[in-house]
C-alpha cells in the first residue's frame, strides 16, 4: 500500500503563508493602536481642572475654552504630549479640548 498524505512541497507553502499572516497581523495590529492613540489626541489646548500628580507644566492648559475664538470639542481627549506609559490613562483625559476657529 502506497502512504497518502499531503507533498511535503504543499506543507511548506502553507507554513510560509501562516507566517505571513502572522507578520502582516502584527504589522497591522502596531499601526492601528498609533492610529488609536493620535486620534484621541486634543489638537488644540487640553484644559484640566485638576491635572495628574507630577505632570510637567504646560501639558494641561488652567484656563477653560474661549467661546469667542475656540470651539470646545465633545469627546474623551487626551494631550498630545501624554507619556506613553501611564498607570491609569482616564486621569489624564482633558476636560475641555479647545481648539481655535477662524
Sequence with gaps: MKGQGLPISTII????GILVLVVIGAIFGSQISK????????????YKASPPVGVMP??????KCNAD?????SGAWIPKSMPSKVDNPGE????ECCILTG
Design 13 to 16: 507553502i502553507a507554513a510560509l
Design 92 to 95: 489624564w483625559r482633558c476636560d
Design 69 to 73: 475664538f475656540e470651539t470646545k470639542l
Design 35 to 46: 492610529f488609536g492613540k493620535a486620534a484621541s489626541e486634543c489638537q488644540g489646548r487640553c
Design 58 to 63: 504646560g501639558v494641561f492648559d488652567p484656563n
